[in-house]
């Protein structure tokens, strides 16, 4: 429920817009860039709040547990925003070999983690044989572990490598072992900002049919936006914009995840995101996405308070307690223990869910 106190007037144009979306309309591109430059944050707050209990009561919040491994970081893409990546050849580097993959998952298995979430640097001299080696010798060793793995831009990798069509060597992944796929790798969704974040990257078109491939073989997956650079506002509803389309084609994405970018590099230009800007796009998401079921906050990305705040303007989920993670400063929670914790606090009852948004048993840790 909306709070009593909260007016919203017709003849104001923002709460035109949110009281459309109360309604259960859809609201355009413009309504929402309308909504990011002149609405009340508190009001896209409560409208947010309100359309979250459609998906999940207020009184709970998910988590999920997956470890993140990083199987290579020899990449030659060089995201400008990025200080995880080795040059190829620079002897730097590092590549894992299946039995290192195996051994992380089995302390993985014993933190009580049961999905794998795979992902690495763009490295064409590595193998076809390579993927599809660790991905049949994890299912092999964890017959009932979900893999999630490989964001647009490694995939794409694999269809040059293979010289096969995209659609082919996906199915040959999923009939291995691949269950989904993480929508990574977006950033900005516009050639302007694909031109400052990463020339090489794949661009808009090869990102959208990477993932509108993935979803269509029965892969699906998550997808995100990540702000805080010299985008425009403009340009950040333009991005939504492109995975509504494609989700409205497909129905792939099972969630929806809003993020800033963290300070990596002294070759890209960061700004500092004020905390009540990001619960507000994090809110125009839950908005703007009535094709999108869940909206996720990055504890690990942004901290515990934001997290909490998150929660109550919109999110449902806070993601995975971090097991590893390679690519980005990390503020998560460290345990399960710590997960339900957390969430307690906050006046949430923890619900555990698996990659696919499932409901699943969930210990009961004191
Ligand atoms: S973010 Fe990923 S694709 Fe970009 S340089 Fe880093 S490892 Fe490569």
Same mark, same amino acid.
């Given at each position: 429920m909306i709070p009593s106190h909260f007016q919203f007037l017709p003849e104001i144009p923002a709460d035109a817009i949110l009281l459309k979306a109360i309604e259960g309309k859809r609201i355009s591109k413009e309504e929402a860039i309308l909504l990011y430059k002149e609405a009340d944050f508190l009001k896209i707050q409560m409208v947010a709040r309100y359309l979250r209990e459609k998906v999940r009561p207020l009184s709970e919040a998910s988590y999920t547990m997956f470890r993140v491994v990083?199987?290579?970081?020899?990449?030659?893409?060089?995201?400008?925003?990025?200080?995880?990546m080795d040059e190829i050849g620079n002897g730097k580097g590092y590549v894992l070999s299946l039995d290192e993959i195996l051994e992380k998952m089995d302390f993985a298995m014993e933190m009580g983690a049961d999905q794998l979430f795979l992902q690495g640097g763009v490295?064409?001299?590595?193998?076809f044989s390579y993927y599809t080696e660790i991905i049949s010798g994890i299912k092999k060793r964890f017959p009932s572990m979900h893999i999630r793995a490989f964001s647009p831009v490694e995939i794409i990798n694999l269809e040059t490598i293979t010289k096969r069509p995209l659609r082919d060597v996906l199915i040959e992944l999923k009939s291995i072992g691949l269950d989904s796929v993480p929508?990574?790798?977006?950033?900005?969704?516009?050639e302007r900002m694909r031109e400052i974040i990463?020339?090489?990257?794949?661009s808009v078109t090869e990102w959208v049919r990477a993932m509108e491939t993935c979803h269509e073989v029965g892969l699906p997956g998550s997808a995100n936006v990540v702000f805080g650079? #010299? $985008?425009?506002q403009e340009e950040v509803i333009e991005h939504l914009q492109v995975i509504r389309d494609l989700q409205d084609r497909?129905?792939?994405?099972?969630s929806f995840i809003p993020w800033t970018f963290q300070?990596?590099?002294?070759?890209f230009k960061i700004r500092s995101v004020p905390t009540h800007e990001y619960l507000k796009v994090l809110g125009i998401c839950r908005i703007f996405?009535?094709?999108?079921?869940h909206m996720e906050t990055s504890v690990m990305v942004l901290g515990k308070g934001v997290g909490q705040l998150a929660l109550l303007s919109g999110a449902d989920d806070i993601s995975s307690v971090v097991? #590893? $993670?390679?690519v980005l400063r990390s503020f998560g929670l460290k345990s399960e223990k710590e997960a339900q914790k957390f969430l307690k606090e906050g006046g949430f009852t923890p619900v555990r869910r698996n990659l696919l948004y499932e409901n699943v048993e969930m210990p009961v840790l004191t």
């Open positions: 990083n199987y290579t970081n020899y990449c030659n893409v060089e995201c400008s925003f990025c200080s995880f490295y064409p001299e590595l193998p929508g990574a790798g977006a950033e900005i969704l516009t990463s020339p090489k990257k794949a650079s #010299e $985008e425009t497909t129905g792939g994405f099972l300070p990596q590099t002294k070759r996405f009535d094709n999108i079921a097991i #590893e $993670e390679n």
